[in-house]
């Protein structure tokens, strides 16, 4: 059974105007340019699941509020027998490959890329393994770019800016692996969200610190021009009193 989710990007403006943060404080807080996140709300681009991932957090809510995934409640996966779902209609689709349970650090998944399709530029804590089955992609991370065909490998880390783009005619696929949390099949990744509103501090902490800097390169020059001309203005000499 195939599920689409669409609106994703109505639920992130309607969860940030809750809220009460400016498009610029998620923007900041997911590593995104704000751009890019207006075009996601207004459903102008799609989102990939690492960056949602990144939203949702921005957001201080489950990832599940933002996407419904399914559920993978057995070790073993099999061809056929698994759901695809997409975060949008038109950019990639996705099958679950791992399960979750207690210490469990890996999330895989299967990733199906239409011709054309280039995510946006992404960054995000530990590490990402990518193994392409079928296609040509283009990994760029950092400043290097690594082109891969079927049968290729790469294994970078992920707080690189990275971004992947589907070189060839007709879809690409590939299995990615990563540390990232992609599913929050009980909330655990999220528990302490609730009352961390560390990325978002952040990100206001960055925007004031710009005001007060521009505020303080205005006083400074203030401060120069009085200056300036204090040292401009002559003293006068005393007259001294005829004999």
Do not use: C
């Amino acid at each position: 059974m195939d599920s689409d989710i669409m609106h994703i990007g109505q639920r992130i403006r309607r969860l940030r105007r809750e809220a009460k943060l400016t498009l610029l404080e998620v923007a900041s807080a997911a590593n995104l340019s704000i751009g890019f996140m207006s075009q996601v709300e207004r459903n102008l681009t799609g989102i990939s699941i690492s960056s949602l991932v990144n939203v949702a957090k921005a957001l201080n809510v489950p990832l599940g509020v933002l996407v419904d995934q399914p559920r993978q409640e057995q070790p073993d996966s099999h061809q056929g027998a698994r759901e695809s779902y997409s975060l949008d209609d038109t950019q990639q689709r996705y099958e679950r490959l791992s399960t979750t349970f207690n210490g469990s650090l890996l999330n895989a998944v299967k990733v199906q890329l239409l011709e054309g399709y280039r995510s946006e530029w992404v960054a995000h804590g530990g590490d990402e393994f990518v193994y392409v089955l079928s296609g040509q992609v283009s990994y760029a991370v950092g400043k290097k770019e690594y082109l891969l065909a079927s049968g290729d490998s790469l294994h970078f880390d992920a707080q690189q800016q990275h971004r992947v783009t589907n070189l060839g005619d007709g879809v690409a696929e590939l299995i990615s692996v990563g540390t990232l949390q992609l599913f929050d099949d009980d909330h655990s990744v999220f528990v302490s969200l609730a009352n961390n509103t560390k990325p978002v501090e952040a990100a206001k902490r960055k925007s004031k610190a710009a005001g007060k800097k521009a505020n303080v390169t205005g006083a400074a020059g203030a401060s120069e021009s009085t200056a300036a001309k204090k040292v401009a203005t002559p003293r006068r000499r005393p007259t001294r009193a005829g004999k």
